[in-house]
């Protein structure tokens, strides 16, 4: 039994020192930006949002983006979530632009509102917010922009 525990051992050992070693070490995360953001489809109590976004991927091999998850906040409220699995493999030092459908937050856009006109800003803060899944041997790579747009 003791044997069979110490060959078990050695054998995950040797596959785990295998993974780590097929991992790139100098990996870069890739880059985003927010092209976008249009009204897609306004019937109904939950309108869909396209968000355009494009991916700059850094590194010298290709990037499969296996799926995201995603926030857009407005003034601090949650207003647009969405998730995608639909992503083109990124070439090395390539871009891909790639369009994203979300639902809006009924909730956080009545927030958002209510907000704006205690407020009376001539700027909204955004922010971004994904989780990009490029793999079993990679971690979930968080990504966040931020900024202000005019209205």
Do not use: W
């Amino acid at each position: 039994m003791f044997r069979l525990g110490k060959k078990t051992y050695i054998f995950l050992s040797t596959i785990l020192l295998a993974a780590c070693a097929s991992m790139p070490s100098d990996f870069q995360q890739p880059a985003f930006s927010i092209m976008n953001i249009e009204l897609r489809n306004s019937s109904g109590l939950s309108p869909e949002f396209e968000v355009t976004l494009r991916i700059t991927n850094p590194n010298r091999v290709a990037l499969d983006i296996v799926g995201m998850s995603y926030d857009i906040l407005l003034e601090g409220n949650k207003v647009v979530s969405g998730v995608s699995n639909n992503f083109p493999e990124i070439e090395p030092y390539g871009e891909e632009t790639v369009s994203v459908i979300s639902q809006i937050s009924l909730v956080g856009s009545i927030k958002l509102l209510r907000d704006l006109a205690r407020l009376n800003n001539e700027q909204i803060r955004y922010e971004f917010n994904a989780r990009l899944d490029i793999g079993s041997h990679y971690q979930i790579i968080p990504i966040a922009k931020s900024g202000n747009f005019e209205l």
